[in-house]
């Protein structure tokens, strides 16, 4: 991407959002830590940019144009973390010819640190998510589907702990309800755990127990939805131990992460970019030494 949309698309400058009731810009930059969160969500298989015939979306995407931007972000922060929020199978052929196998080895070279599990992850049915972990050197991160009486059981991780700049952050997964939008014939035993149950439990061990600093959801519940269906901006109110949630299944795309509060009063990050692999997401967290937080998020086009 040209330079100066670059440095327009990725200033953490400004307009800092305040976390647990902190006032903004309030920090002494040698103090503070930095911790940048890249992500995407929804990439549906799609190796390639788009082409420029196609519509709005033409010229944008393509994986090596990913890894281009994502290594330049790298060097200028080496605290960083590198997730998904699902729905990496199913839209090309490339899924078709080669099951996964593509998407996983590429998203390990990468070097994506964990992802979430998707609807459209189980596609090639359970055995077929199976057959392809050996591919994957990241970690799948999901606690509300139990895969217990199923092959992928011991598979998967309830939420994993990372170390940056001293910085204790932990990650943990919730996926949609299969049964009615998958066939039960591909996820076979999985068993569906109710989100807002499992965020609360996990998101109160990572802090109180992990002593996090920053807890993430990577979540592929979608972002809003009209009626009482849970999504992420329910699951923002409804919890409390929750810093970012990254979401994904609704091909949501927002400028900038929305802020909602949780119940204990404190401001949730909620972001998703889209589809197709079109923009990368960012959010910079800066701590300072009593591990007060602010933040700032931004999308990337991948052009």
Do not use: W
């Not at 890894?67 to 997730?83: D, G, M, S, V």
Request: charged letters at 25%; glycine letters at 10%; hydrophobic letters at 35%.
């Amino acid at each position: 991407m040209k330079r100066k949309d670059f440095i327009q698309n990725t200033a953490v400058a400004t307009a800092f959002l305040g976390l647990g009731g902190l006032s903004t810009l309030s920090f002494k930059p040698e103090t503070r830590r930095h911790i940048t969160i890249l992500h995407t969500n929804d990439v549906h298989s799609h190796i390639e940019p788009f082409g420029p015939e196609e519509g709005r979306n033409a010229g944008l995407g393509g994986v090596a144009r990913r890894a281009t931007l994502i290594e330049k972000i790298r060097q200028e922060n080496p605290n960083t973390l590198l997730l998904d929020a699902g729905d990496i199978f199913q839209g090309t052929p490339y899924f078709n010819f080669y099951g996964g196998e593509l998407e996983f080895k590429l998203m390990s070279k990468l070097k994506y640190d964990a992802a979430t599990i998707g609807n459209h992850d189980f596609d090639n049915g359970i055995d077929g998510l199976y057959a392809q972990l050996p591919h994957a050197d990241f970690d799948f991160i999901i606690s509300n589907y139990d895969f217990k009486n199923t092959i992928m059981d011991g598979q998967t991780k309830d939420y994993r702990v990372f170390h940056k700049d001293g910085i204790k952050i932990g990650v943990f997964g919730l996926g949609i309800e299969l049964q009615g939008l998958v066939n039960d014939k591909l996820y076979k035993e999985t068993k569906y755990l109710d989100p807002v149950e499992m965020a609360t439990e996990i998101g109160a061990k990572l802090k109180n127990e992990e002593n996090c600093d920053l807890v993430i959801c990577l979540s592929h519940l979608g972002y809003q939805y009209k009626g009482d269906k849970i999504s992420d901006i329910k699951l923002a109110r409804a919890t409390s131990n929750i810093d970012l949630i990254i979401g994904g299944h609704t091909h949501t795309f927002l400028e900038r992460p929305t802020v909602e509060t949780n119940k204990k009063g404190n401001k949730v990050l909620v972001n998703q970019v889209g589809c197709y692999g079109l923009y990368l997401g960012r959010v910079d967290f800066f701590l300072d030494e009593n591990k007060n937080i602010e933040a700032d998020g931004v999308k990337i086009a991948i052009d």
